[in-house]
């Protein structure tokens, strides 16, 4: 394969020239993490190893910034909510029990860079990144989810971004056959250039199937199959592409990796056959840091040793050399470990699906990782130095100058804080404005986009609160998943915004009737080494960590996205927080609308409302961003969720859906407009109860709320049920199947406020494709 | 070495695989690398009370099935043209061989999605699907009227049945020559029409078309995500009730029990 | 080493949508001297060895039978050409 001529820099000519300067800080090592790797090998690092290094010890792969934050989501975990845990944080990804032999693991992660560089690309293959994460474990993917955020609708970039993640997420989801169940989106100035692209995975297996990545039993073969390995990604570290220390190598390597989701199809069925016949004892997908961070966890995780050959790597491009190979972030690859006796079985499984592969050496006991080039050795390194002993930095962190400023800037004070819409018309024409901004706005020109029916178990899916799959088709056993962030209320503050966060995930699940169970979060943030980001992201990192423990729920992995900053505006903190819930029966799912059936059911506001406009959708309508973010009670948040689910279960409701972002005034629209039924309410007790004039009534985020409809013969049952446990709720009105209309009432000078569902769908689906397409 | 009825039902879960089986309704479901709705085409054979019966695309023989369903998906990527790679497995050959008119009463053949784009690519079925005129990917619900109840796989609908299944491609835009759909039309042959908007651009609104003699059929809809309430399109009865799609199941299996019955005088009149 | 390039272009009388969309976004830009677009492949096929009147023939039949669809598509060009890069730097990047 190799006509290439260069010379390579082995342990033995690294050993003996000890003075040649490799370019270590071009490839973003700083000089005290260079002169530690020299001090862990007692010599210069080879050309190869500091490519291994610098990818590995990179704040992606190390966490280095982040480690000693959320070592908290371990630490604050108790033994009652490691019940359900089989796997935490650490493997490719989280497993929770879900009952009757079954197991869920899911995961979310961020692809937020390549998806501005080249949106459809880097949505895909960001979806591609997290299925395989959940293949390595040893389930089969069964949905997927996006949390995305671009910047002003309005703006020309976002034209550009939009459509192509979109594509991407929907191009590379579609064709792996799974179904996206839902996620969020939002259009704020602070992602421009910065978009943000969350992909979340699920899968499930049987318990027995559970696999980890490690190389264990001395002999065994390391295989790596799947797709060739290219150029892709390692663009940045085209300075190693003159290995040889001259310049005679072409250089030009693509830092965007192209997806193809065929392939990663056939990888799927091909694994699942593999894990079906026993046939890998341990797994990894390669996803950033390619073949480095493959061998050297499947190593440290293993029995300690691995010896393999790097020029059997099945290569495109051939002029790659070993640093490029050993960085290649080439998609739709995996590693396994494969006992002597499999290996024939193996190949056949692999032949069946067209799935290429080769052998690269074998599980060894020596505890070093060991690579060959030819036959001469390139690397020879404890694989935890790399893989596990990376730096870990305490990055100082400060609370910003500007945060008393900020939270002292209540939306109250101002212009439109003081004016509230007061008549029935004025109240009508702020809802309508309201539900008709981007980020409330119908999402479906997005979701229409995905395929929500393969697979054919899914009983929710965007726009109800969570998405829902059935995992077992003779029990109707399954789970239900949202993804959830509120950036600008951590923005005002990071810690409370991080839980309110997790509440809504939290609330969601529950609205929908799972048991929320286990937490995986994205943590997107600016730069780690600016002091007032990095106290942002300490702060929502405790809040999270406490909220968890408060809720029961631990954390089971995640990622942490940083430097989402251009010069020096940094996003808003964006912990995205992904909540998994357990259903016995997916069959007594709750979905979020009025249906045409429901004429005449009560509609139910449950727990209490504050004036907490702050932060909210209405103040950012009106360019404020400021004040304090809504509290939060965790507590009564795990009440509302007890008795949604419970009533779920008992059959007591038919539709209940969270408020959240645009508060009751965009929960009624929703629920009206979910399948074309009206409703009419009124505000008058909830005023009064809660001390608050209509517009706060319609408009406040505060959290720990939902509404519910029922049917009146159930009424009685709920009430005992919610004054058994402390709940506050009140009867706001009744489902209007015939009006076509959402009619408000309440202490307004001029009657009631109506808007026509029919007009009102009109302008609210119009707004995403007026701005992508128009 | 008989593969085909050893290899598992790709993605099939051990649970999922008891369903009420009807012996003498044997319907093959082929999956090529990258079909993705054969797990639900197999599941929709189950509910209408037939046996699915998985079928690998490199094998040579249809082995014991009495009919057979393409399912969609994206086989080899669609990366050439939809379903123009398939076309030329294997198995495609048998299956042409046995649905020809010249082999008797014709091996009822249902494709849906990328299955009617290999059939067509496989000339079983005229015409030929473009990109949508709108580019995107688009997944919805769908109203349809079947227009055409004498094939194998509409037999159990009321003639111009409104129904509604989901529709979900990139590639669904029907188009084929002017002589071709003015014969299509003179013979009856669109079995399925969209209702309300076209929602991609197909010549006439023809969202499936049928085989001169009614064994081939195709359709980029997809019958087989309506056929189990909870789980597929909204309807007047409630969320994801609908289970419009079930008729094409039941249909085939029920014409089939009709042909080992004896000879069928109706001639497949509905 | 010389090539087999074979293009495929969608019959006239089909619409296309990729084109026509391309069209319609070109004086967005500012390109405004274009009345229509249509898109159309190509492919290009490696031969180890000899480009012989035998491979060319059956490059012909494998473009009329599976590189294009007769219903939507014509071949419009089979002809060999050389690599451009075998001339210059060998560099596939």
Same mark, same amino acid.
């Given at each position: 394969?190799?006509?290439?001529?260069?010379?390579?820099?082995?342990?033995?000519?690294?050993?003996?020239?000890?003075?040649?300067?490799?370019?270590?800080?071009?490839?973003?090592?700083?000089?005290?993490?260079?002169?530690?790797?020299?001090?862990?090998?007692?010599?210069?690092?080879?050309?190869?190893?500091?490519?291994?290094?610098?990818?590995?010890?990179?704040?992606?792969?190390?966490?280095?910034?982040?480690?000693?934050?959320?070592?908290?989501?371990?630490?604050?975990?108790?033994?009652?909510?490691?019940?359900?845990?089989?796997?935490?944080?650490?493997?490719?990804?989280?497993?929770?029990?879900? !009952?009757?032999?079954?197991? @869920?693991?899911?995961?979310?992660?961020?692809?937020?860079?390549?998806?501005?560089?080249?949106?459809?690309?880097?949505?895909?293959? %960001?979806?591609?990144?997290?299925?395989?994460?959940?293949?390595?474990?040893?389930?089969? +993917?069964?949905?997927?989810?996006?949390?995305?955020?671009?910047?002003?609708?309005?703006?020309?970039?976002?034209?550009?971004?939009?459509?192509?993640?979109?594509?991407?997420?929907?191009?590379?989801?579609?064709?792996?056959?799974?179904?996206?169940?839902?996620?969020?989106?939002?259009?704020?100035?602070?992602?421009?250039?910065?978009?943000?692209?969350?992909?979340?995975?699920?899968?499930?297996?049987?318990?027995?199937?559970?696999?980890?990545?490690?190389?264990?039993?001395?002999?065994?073969?390391?295989?790596?199959?799947?797709?060739? =390995?290219?150029?892709?990604?390692?663009?940045?570290?085209?300075?190693?592409?003159?290995?040889?220390?001259?310049?005679?190598?072409?250089?030009?390597?693509?830092?965007?990796?192209?997806?193809?989701?065929?392939?990663?199809?056939?990888?799927?069925?091909?694994?699942?056959?593999?894990?079906?016949?026993?046939?890998?004892?341990?797994?990894?997908?390669?996803?950033?840091?390619?073949?480095?961070?493959?061998?050297?966890?499947?190593?440290?995780?293993?029995?300690?040793?691995?010896?393999?050959?790097?020029?059997?790597?099945?290569?495109?491009?051939?002029?790659?050399?070993?640093?490029?190979?050993?960085?290649?972030?080439?998609?739709?690859?995996?590693?396994?470990?494969?006992?002597?006796?499999?290996?024939?079985?193996?190949?056949?499984?692999?032949?069946?699906?067209?799935?290429?592969?080769?052998?690269?050496?074998?599980?060894?006991?020596?505890?070093?990782?060991?690579?060959?080039?030819?036959?001469?050795? /390139?690397?020879?390194?404890?694989?935890?130095?790399?893989?596990?002993?990376?730096?870990?930095?305490?990055?100082?962190?400060?609370? +910003?100058?500007?945060?008393?400023?900020?939270?002292?800037?209540?939306?109250?004070?101002?212009?439109?804080?003081?004016?509230?819409?007061?008549?029935?018309?004025?109240?009508?024409?702020?809802?309508?404005?309201?539900?008709?901004?981007?980020?409330?706005?119908?999402?479906?020109?997005?979701?229409?986009?995905?395929?929500?029916?393969?697979?054919?178990? =899914?009983?929710?899916?965007?726009?109800?609160?969570?998405?829902?799959?059935?995992?077992?088709?003779?029990?109707?056993?399954?789970?239900?998943?949202?993804?959830?962030?509120?950036?600008?209320?951590?923005?005002?503050?990071?810690?409370?915004?991080?839980?309110?966060?997790?509440?809504?995930?939290?609330?969601?699940?529950?609205?929908?009737?799972?048991?929320?169970?286990?937490?995986?979060?994205?943590?997107?943030?600016?730069?780690?080494?600016?002091?007032?980001?990095?106290?942002?992201?300490?702060?929502?990192?405790?809040?999270?960590?406490?909220?968890?423990?408060?809720? %029961?729920?631990?954390?089971?992995?995640?990622?942490?996205?940083?430097?989402?900053?251009?010069?020096?505006?940094?996003?808003?903190?964006?912990?995205?927080?992904?909540?998994?819930?357990?259903?016995?029966?997916?069959?007594?799912?709750?979905?979020?609308?009025?249906?045409?059936?429901?004429?005449?059911?009560?509609?139910?506001?449950?727990?209490?409302?504050?004036?907490?406009?702050?932060?909210?959708?209405?103040?950012?309508?009106?360019?404020?961003?400021?004040?304090?973010?809504?509290?939060?009670?965790?507590?009564?948040?795990?009440?509302?969720?007890?008795?949604?689910?419970?009533?779920?279960?008992?059959?007591?409701?038919?539709?209940?859906?969270?408020?959240?972002?645009?508060?009751?005034?965009?929960?009624? @629209?929703?629920?009206?407009?979910?399948?074309?039924?009206?409703?009419?309410?009124?505000?008058?007790?909830?005023?009064?109860?809660?001390?608050?004039?209509?517009?706060?009534?319609?408009?406040?985020?505060?959290?720990?709320?939902?509404?519910?409809?029922? +049917?009146?013969?159930?009424?009685?049952?709920?009430?005992?049920?919610? =004054?058994?446990?402390?709940?506050?709720?009140?009867?706001?009105?009744?489902?209007?199947?015939?009006?076509?209309?959402?009619?408000?009432?309440?202490?307004?000078?001029?009657?009631?406020?109506?808007? !026509?569902?029919?007009?009102?769908?009109?302008?609210?689906?119009?707004?995403?494709?007026?701005?992508?397409?128009? | 070495?008989?593969?085909?009825?050893?290899?598992?039902?790709?993605?099939?879960?051990?649970?999922?695989?008891?369903?009420?089986?009807?012996?003498?309704?044997?319907?093959?479901?082929?999956?090529?690398?990258?079909?993705?709705?054969?797990?639900?085409?197999?599941?929709?054979?189950? /509910?209408?009370?037939?046996?699915?019966?998985?079928?690998?695309?490199?094998?040579?023989?249809?082995?014991?099935?009495?009919?057979?369903?393409?399912?969609?998906?994206?086989?080899?990527?669609?990366?050439?043209?939809?379903?123009?790679?398939?076309?030329?497995?294997?198995?495609?050959?048998?299956?042409?061989?046995?649905?020809?008119?010249?082999?008797?009463?014709?091996?009822?053949?249902?494709?849906?999605?990328?299955?009617?784009?290999?059939?067509?690519?496989?000339?079983?079925? +005229?015409?030929?699907?473009?990109?949508?005129?709108?580019?995107?990917?688009?997944?919805?619900?769908?109203?349809?009227?079947?227009?055409?109840?004498?094939?194998?796989?509409?037999? $159990?609908?009321?003639?111009?049945?409104?129904? =509604?299944?989901?529709?979900?491609?990139?590639?669904?835009?029907?188009?084929?020559?002017?002589?071709?759909?003015?014969?299509?039309?003179?013979?009856?042959? @669109?079995?399925?029409?969209?209702?309300?908007?076209?929602?991609?651009?197909?010549?006439?609104?023809?969202?499936?078309?049928?085989?001169?003699?009614?064994?081939?059929?195709?359709?980029?809809?997809?019958?087989?995500?309506?056929?189990?309430?909870?789980?597929?399109?909204?309807?007047?009865?409630?969320?994801?009730?609908?289970?419009?799609?079930?008729?094409?199941?039941?249909?085939?299996?029920?014409?089939?029990?009709?042909?080992?019955?004896?000879?069928?005088?109706?001639?497949?009149?509905? | 080493?010389?090539?087999?390039?074979?293009?495929?272009?969608?019959?006239?009388?089909?619409?296309?949508?990729?084109?026509?969309?391309?069209?319609?976004?070109?004086?967005?830009?500012?390109?405004?001297?274009?009345?229509?677009?249509?898109?159309?492949?190509?492919?290009?096929?490696?031969?180890?060895?000899?480009?012989?009147?035998?491979?060319?023939? $059956?490059?012909?039949?494998?473009?009329?039978?599976?590189?294009?669809?007769?219903?939507?598509?014509?071949?419009?060009?089979?002809?060999?050409?050389?690599?451009?890069?075998?001339?210059?730097?060998?560099?596939?990047?």
């Amino acid at each position: 394969m190799s006509d290439q001529e260069f010379s390579i820099d082995t342990v033995e000519h690294a050993s003996s020239t000890p003075d040649v300067e490799l370019p270590w800080d071009e490839l973003g090592l700083k000089a005290d993490e260079y002169e530690r790797i020299i001090a862990i090998l007692g010599r210069r690092p080879t050309a190869a190893e500091l490519a291994m290094y610098s990818v590995m010890w990179s704040e992606h792969c190390s966490y280095k910034s982040s480690k000693v934050h959320l070592r908290q989501f371990g630490e604050k975990v108790t033994e009652e909510m490691k019940t359900d845990l089989m796997v935490g944080i650490g493997e490719n990804a989280g497993v929770t029990d879900l !009952g009757d032999g079954w197991a @869920v693991t899911f995961k979310i992660e961020s692809h937020n860079h390549p998806s501005y560089v080249e949106p459809y690309q880097g949505a895909a293959t %960001g979806v591609g990144g997290i299925v395989r994460d959940i293949i390595s474990m040893g389930a089969r +993917p069964v949905a997927v989810m996006d949390a995305l955020r671009f910047g002003e609708i309005d703006h020309p970039d976002t034209r550009r971004v939009l459509p192509g993640v979109v594509a991407g997420v929907g191009g590379y989801g579609n064709s792996l056959g799974l179904p996206n169940i839902g996620g969020e989106v939002e259009f704020d100035a602070c992602y421009q250039a910065n978009p943000l692209v969350n992909a979340l995975a699920v899968g499930v297996m049987r318990h027995e199937d559970l696999r980890l990545a490690n190389a264990s039993g001395v002999g065994n073969k390391v295989v790596l199959f799947g797709a060739r =390995t290219g150029g892709d990604g390692i663009g940045g570290a085209s300075v190693l592409a003159s290995e040889s220390f001259d310049d005679a190598k072409p250089s030009k390597r693509p830092s965007v990796q192209v997806g193809d989701p065929f392939s990663e199809k056939v990888l799927i069925e091909c694994c699942l056959e593999l894990f079906g016949g026993e046939l890998v004892e341990g797994i990894q997908d390669l996803g950033a840091a390619g073949i480095s961070c493959a061998t050297s966890e499947l190593a440290s995780n293993g029995e300690g040793g691995m010896h393999v050959e790097l020029t059997d790597v099945l290569l495109r491009d051939s002029t790659l050399t070993p640093g490029e190979i050993l960085m290649s972030e080439s998609q739709e690859r995996m590693m396994a470990v494969v006992t002597p006796e499999n290996v024939e079985a193996f190949e056949r499984t692999l032949a069946k699906w067209g799935v290429e592969y080769s052998w690269l050496g074998e599980v060894t006991d020596t505890g070093r990782l060991v690579i060959d080039w030819s036959g001469e050795t /390139i690397v020879d390194v404890d694989p935890r130095t790399v893989a596990h002993d990376g730096p870990v930095y305490e990055r100082p962190y400060e609370r +910003p100058a500007w945060q008393d400023a900020v939270q002292a800037d209540s939306f109250a004070a101002t212009e439109a804080g003081k004016n509230l819409p007061r008549t029935a018309s004025e109240l009508g024409t702020a809802v309508a404005e309201l539900v008709t901004s981007p980020n409330l706005a119908d999402p479906s020109w997005i979701t229409d986009q995905y395929d929500r029916f393969v697979g054919g178990n =899914t009983a929710l899916s965007q726009p109800d609160d969570s998405g829902v799959v059935r995992v077992d088709e003779s029990t109707g056993l399954g789970v239900g998943l949202s993804v959830d962030s509120t950036p600008r209320h951590a923005y005002l503050d990071p810690y409370t915004g991080a839980q309110l966060a997790l509440a809504q995930a939290y609330r969601n699940v529950a609205t929908s009737g799972a048991i929320p169970k286990a937490v995986s979060d994205c943590l997107n943030f600016g730069s780690p080494e600016d002091p007032p980001i990095m106290w942002q992201f300490a702060e929502a990192v405790r809040g999270l960590a406490d909220g968890c423990r408060e809720l %029961g729920i631990p954390v089971t992995g995640g990622n942490v996205s940083l430097y989402n900053q251009t010069g020096g505006n940094a996003i808003h903190p964006t912990p995205v927080v992904g909540v998994l819930g357990a259903f016995d029966d997916v069959g007594r799912r709750t979905p979020s609308g009025f249906e045409r059936w429901a004429d005449g059911q009560a509609i139910y506001l449950l727990g209490e409302t504050a004036a907490e406009l702050d932060g909210s959708e209405y103040a950012r309508l009106h360019g404020h961003l400021g004040g304090l973010p809504p509290q939060v009670d965790l507590q009564r948040e795990k009440t509302l969720g007890a008795v949604l689910i419970n009533a779920s279960r008992d059959g007591m409701i038919d539709a209940a859906h969270d408020l959240s972002e645009g508060g009751l005034a965009a929960a009624l @629209v929703e629920m009206s407009l979910r399948f074309g039924v009206g409703s009419r309410v009124n505000l008058d007790a909830l005023c009064e109860r809660d001390g608050l004039d209509p517009a706060t009534a319609l408009f406040s985020e505060s959290a720990g709320r939902a509404l519910v409809a029922l +049917p009146r013969s159930e009424e009685v049952r709920f009430k005992d049920m919610i =004054t058994a446990r402390g709940l506050p709720a009140l009867r706001l009105g009744v489902v209007d199947a015939e009006s076509g209309e959402l009619e408000v009432a309440g202490d307004f000078e001029d009657g009631s406020f109506i808007l !026509g569902l029919d007009e009102l769908r009109e302008i609210w689906s119009a707004v995403i494709p007026a701005h992508a397409e128009g | 070495m008989a593969q085909a009825s050893e290899t598992p039902l790709i993605g099939e879960t051990d649970s999922a695989s008891d369903g009420p089986a009807l012996d003498g309704a044997r319907i093959g479901v082929v999956t090529f690398p990258g079909t993705l709705d054969d797990r639900d085409a197999a599941r929709a054979v189950r /509910i209408a009370g037939g046996t699915a019966v998985p079928l690998w695309h490199a094998d040579d023989a249809l082995g014991d099935v009495d009919a057979v369903i393409v399912p969609g998906g994206f086989s080899y990527g669609d990366y050439l043209r939809a379903g123009a790679i398939s076309r030329f497995a294997p198995l495609m050959r048998r299956i042409a061989e046995s649905a020809a008119p010249s082999a008797g009463a014709g091996l009822p053949v249902l494709g849906i999605c990328n299955g009617f784009q290999i059939l067509t690519e496989a000339h079983l079925l +005229p015409g030929s699907m473009i990109k949508n005129d709108h580019l995107k990917f688009r997944c919805g619900d769908q109203v349809l009227r079947v227009e055409n109840t004498s094939t194998a796989w509409t037999a $159990q609908f009321t003639d111009d049945e409104l129904i =509604t299944v989901p529709l979900k491609n990139q590639d669904g835009q029907y188009v084929a020559d002017a002589a071709t759909l003015e014969q299509l039309e003179a013979e009856g042959r @669109v079995a399925f029409r969209y209702v309300g908007t076209n929602p991609n651009g197909s010549r006439d609104d023809i969202a499936g078309v049928a085989n001169a003699a009614g064994n081939v059929v195709g359709l980029m809809p997809h019958p087989e995500h309506a056929v189990e309430a909870g789980f597929g399109p909204d309807d007047a009865t409630g969320m994801r009730a609908g289970t419009d799609g079930l008729p094409v199941f039941t249909s085939v299996i029920s014409s089939l029990a009709g042909s080992t019955a004896g000879p069928d005088p109706a001639g497949g009149a509905a | 080493m010389p090539r087999i390039v074979v293009e495929v272009m969608p019959k006239p009388e089909i619409l296309d949508p990729q084109g026509k969309a391309i069209a319609s976004a070109l004086p967005h830009l500012g390109f405004r001297g274009f009345s229509a677009v249509r898109q159309g492949k190509r492919f290009e096929l490696s031969v180890d060895g000899e480009i012989t009147d035998a491979v060319l023939a $059956q490059a012909r039949e494998a473009a009329a039978e599976m590189l294009s669809n007769p219903v939507i598509e014509d071949v419009v060009d089979v002809r060999v050409e050389d690599d451009p890069a075998e001339a210059g730097a060998g560099n596939e990047g």
